[in-house]
């Protein structure tokens, strides 16, 4: 092999070396650094403390005998109005099953619920877990002094969870959400200010 071959030859190696050099992997981009950056993340999740508290299931409306009286008033026009209108008598019978039922719902006192968020579970409402996999993010909703947290399902037509929290436990419930799900912001839509403004 003549000089000019070896020259050659020593050149292409060089030129490999400076190609090699080239796309070596920066120091983050290695295995090793996307492992502890790994442990690093559940590291920071077991940070995260269940939370405990209790709070009752539904906020539970006082009413006073002025209410009695205009549903009172109102289920005998809707009555008089089927008869002499609409005159299906089947609308009738509907109105006074609702109205019982409604009167007897109104009468039960809401119970205490026992809930816990777990940032590696997900929300436990007395025995029954919801697992944050279910949800596509969560909300805050304020009305007057009460305080609740709604997760939006990520099934469209999958009922949404709600449940109430008191205030001194809010921070740390928006703190373990936020590092799972995104959130949204949430207002009582026109429903629930009907159900709210009827004590219902």
Same mark, same amino acid.
């Given at each position: ?13 060089? !030129? ?8 070596? %992997?920066?120091?983050?981009?290695? %295995?090793? !650094? ?11 999740? *077991? ?17 006073? +005998? ?5 549903? *009172? +008033? ?35 006192? %809401?119970?205490?619920?026992?809930? *816990?968020?777990? +940032? ?32 939006? %399902? ?21 703190? +373990?959400?936020?590092?799972? $799900?995104?959130?949204?912001? $949430? ?14």
């Amino acid at each position: 092999m003549g000089p000019e071959q070896q020259y050659n030859k020593s050149q292409s190696d060089i !030129d490999q070396t400076e190609k090699f050099e080239m796309y070596t %992997p920066e120091p983050d981009d290695t %295995p090793e !650094d996307n492992v502890s950056n790994a442990q690093n993340d559940k590291r920071q999740l *077991t940070d995260y403390e269940p939370v405990h508290w209790s709070a009752s299931e539904y906020i539970h409306g006082e009413k006073n +005998i002025g209410w009695f009286v205009v549903f *009172t +008033i109102s289920v005998i026009g809707l009555i008089f109005f089927d008869l002499f209108v609409l005159r299906s008598y089947s609308f009738s019978i509907l109105v006074i099953v609702m109205a019982a039922a409604l009167i007897i719902y109104s009468r039960r006192s %809401p119970k205490l619920v026992d809930y *816990t968020l777990s +940032i590696n579970q997900g929300l436990y409402i007395g025995e029954k877990l919801y697992h944050f996999s279910d949800f596509k993010s969560f909300g805050l909703i304020k009305d007057d002094d009460n305080h609740s947290l709604m997760l939006i %399902p990520v099934k469209r037509f999958d009922p949404g969870v709600s449940v109430y929290f008191p205030e001194e436990v809010g921070e740390k419930l928006v703190d +373990i959400l936020g590092a799972r $799900l995104p959130m949204e912001n $949430l207002k009582l839509d026109m429903i629930d200010v009907i159900v709210r403004k009827l004590r219902l």
